[in-house]
């Protein structure tokens, strides 16, 4: 093996050949043939220039991680803090119950119960496209035998079918309207107690309408019945309203609302059914709440078509109507186009049930500016209620296609039906279905339409007066913004109106919820006087 020049040896010590002895294997030997000194400097030279690179390389990624740890370690420490400081944050806030119960009173739920059962008696069921003015006439003279008060001092106005009463005030600069519908759906199936009974049993009135919403008539109708017979007089003009209609979406209340305003009425506030005093609304909330309705979604009813060729089953194609319909409704179902997003109403929902609730969702409720985002997208997960009040939907809800098991049909459509929300309304939210829909080769038409209704400031006066008369009557309760899922007659208000309201003041705990629409429809007596007495301190708390 070559050796190196003197002058390299005597450099051996130097700090340049140090490196040498501490990195041997990064210099290799050149062969001896190679041995003029110049040469072997350079071959040296070059060799610790890619050992500087090298450690130059190993330092760099040093501090690369050791920032990369570094930033790692303060986010944790940030998300840790914040943490920490939801939790005291929660901790600190005390754990609330909700206890309320109807307190008793049996002489005046005996009567009023008395009342509502012949009301619930009297079939109003009201038929899509169909009228039978004289079903409601014979309601009408119902209603004059049980409230005479009423129909002797107050003006009264019927348009087919539908009732519109005046109780003149002191003023007129706000007068207020208080609303719920006569006609009931439908009672099919079979009931422990006849629909159309009124039988007054196990505390409950039982019959179609019970809850749905002719405690609501009577309720507002009773109030005006007990404040006449003791003289009072409103400070501002009161409205008593009720259509025929509302259950098919018809139009008896529009006509109520042109007869308002060609007489120049722009109500203060509209009170209608749609929320009420719900027992256990949302999982792990326990106790009755005051949820009062603040606005309506929008809905709309669909049809989506696909055509083909058709044939006999026993040699079917790819791609046949109904395939390509499953297909579209299946892309639906697991990818939902529609976006979710937390509007103020629903937040504030969310704030005043969060002392109420477990801990888990409490930590979450009440520290909305840390999880909502995170609420905001586990919602639809864990409650379908909970997701429609965070965006759109869509539910598939009728089909057609071949009327022989063995025959593929030329033509299949299904149906659906369609809620709007603020963030995503009608025009955009059928734009979105429409498109998903033509990648599946299907047409779609629009078989009825309506949007969203304009939101009440939940920090308005009109909304914090429904609040107070709420704590008023029902011993402290709070009164909870809610977003209604479904509609009701109080749409057609906001032509005229600013505040519409949409609270019945009656329990419906779980039996009450499922026999709306269904079977064994009821509400329990003792609540009866707490819905009487709402009305009334309503009327009187105007200025």
């Known amino acids: ?98 206890d309320y119960k109807p307190h008793p009173d049996e002489k005046r739920s005996k009567k009023y119960a008395g009342k509502l059962s012949r009301m619930v008696a009297y079939d109003t069921t009201s038929h899509q496209g169909i009228h039978d003015s004289e079903k409601f006439l014979g309601f009408h003279r119902l209603l004059t035998e049980l409230f005479p008060l009423v129909h002797q001092k107050m003006e009264k106005t019927e348009i087919d079918g539908n009732l519109l009463f005046k109780w003149e005030g ?15 759906v439908p009672a099919e199936g079979e009931w422990i107690h006849d629909p159309f009974s009124g039988d007054i049993a196990d505390g409950k009135i039982w019959g179609r309408g019970a809850s749905d919403t002719k405690c609501s008539v009577m309720g507002f ?22 259509s025929c209609t509302e259950e098919w979406a018809g139009d008896g ?7 308002l305003k060609r007489r120049g009425v ?16 949302i999982g792990g909330i326990k106790g009755n709440f005051a949820m009062v309705g603040v606005f309506e979604k929008g809905k709309a009813d669909v049809q989506f078509t696909a055509k083909g060729n058709g044939g006999h089953a026993s040699a079917p194609s ?63 997960a864990i409650s379908a209620q909970g997701a429609a009040m965070l965006r759109a939907t869509i539910a598939f809800t009728m089909q057609s296609g071949s009327d022989a098991v063995n025959v593929i049909p030329q033509e299949a459509s299904v149906s659906a039906n369609m809620r709007f929300i603020p963030h995503q309304g009608m025009e955009e939210s059928l734009k979105i279905i429409r498109k998903r829909a033509e990648k599946y080769g299907l047409s779609m038409s629009v078989l009825y339409q309506s949007d969203y209704t304009k939101p009440v400031d939940i920090h308005g006066d009109a909304f914090h007066m429904v609040q107070d008369v709420i ?73």
């Open 221 to 242: 109708f009773q109030a005006a019945e007990e404040l006449l017979a003791e003289g009072f007089v409103p400070e501002q003009d009161v409205y008593l309203s009720s």
């Open 170 to 184: 002191r003023n007129h600069d706000k007068p207020i309207v208080l609303m719920s519908h006569q006609d009931v």
């Open 471 to 543: 704590a008023q009557t029902f011993d402290g309760m709070t009164g909870n913004p809610y977003v209604m899922t479904g509609a009701t007659d109080s749409r057609f208000y906001q032509e005229i109106c600013d505040n519409v309201i949409r609270f019945a003041p009656v329990i419906y705990g779980p039996e009450q919820m499922r026999g709306m629409h269904g079977v064994n429809e009821n509400i329990e007596c003792n609540c009866l006087p707490g819905c009487v007495d709402f009305y009334k301190n309503l009327i009187c708390a105007q200025k």
């Open 318 to 380: 790819p791609g046949s109507p109904i395939a390509r319909l499953a297909a579209f409704e299946n892309s639906v179902e697991k990818h939902n186009p529609f976006r979710v997003k937390m509007l103020p109403e629903v937040s504030a929902m969310f704030r005043t049930l969060g002392p109420y609730a477990s801990f888990g969702l409490r930590y979450l409720f009440e520290n909305l500016w840390l999880f909502q985002g995170l609420l905001t997208h586990i919602m639809p």
């Open 1 to 98: 093996m070559a050796v190196l020049p003197a002058e390299s040896e005597a450099g051996a010590d130097s700090a340049g050949c140090y490196d040498c002895a501490l990195y041997p294997a990064s210099l290799p030997d050149l062969p001896d043939k190679y041995d003029d000194p110049a040469l072997r400097r350079a071959f040296h030279s070059a060799g610790m220039g890619g050992i500087q690179k090298e450690k130059s390389r190993q330092k760099g990624g040093i501090i690369i991680m050791k920032i990369f740890l570094t930033i790692l370690i303060t986010v944790f420490l940030v998300l840790a803090a914040l943490l920490i400081a939801a939790l005291i944050h929660t901790l600190c806030i005390p754990k609330k119950v909700s």
């Open 266 to 281: 722009r109500p203060y506030l509209v009170c209608d059914e749609g929320g009420g005093i719900i027992t256990d609304p």
């Open 253 to 259: 209340c529009p006509k109520l609302v042109e007869e």
